[in-house]
């Protein structure tokens, strides 16, 4: 929920016009992160959280790349941008042990 929030704010210095492109395209696929996890975690079974935890992982390659974009436009500071990004890898090795536990027990 923190990185959705900071991402929200970085994104309101993007250029007005970019509010309906690439801010809009940010601040859905962050939001899809933390959604897609409740929402799997919701499902109540393994393979359906398996499934939404792949889709947040995918939203976070999503954040990191349509945030690259943003430094290569100027529209952020890249130092501006790296606690985010430090922030995202950390989630993302989170998902990443969370599914290899789920697809343990899954498997036993």
Do not use: W
């Amino acid at each position: 929920m923190d990185v959705v929030l900071e991402c929200y704010s970085l994104t309101d210095a993007f250029p007005k016009d970019e509010r309906f492109g690439l801010t809009q395209q940010l601040r859905r696929a962050v939001v899809s992160i933390p959604s897609n996890i409740a929402e799997g975690k919701g499902r109540g079974t393994t393979g359906a959280y398996l499934n939404h935890l792949s889709i947040a992982a995918g939203s976070i390659a999503e954040v990191d790349t349509q945030m690259e974009l943003a430094k290569k436009l100027n529209y952020v500071d890249a130092s501006a941008v790296e606690p985010l990004i430090l922030k995202l890898e950390e989630i993302g090795r989170m998902i990443s042990g969370l599914k290899r536990s789920l697809e343990g027990r899954a498997n036993s």
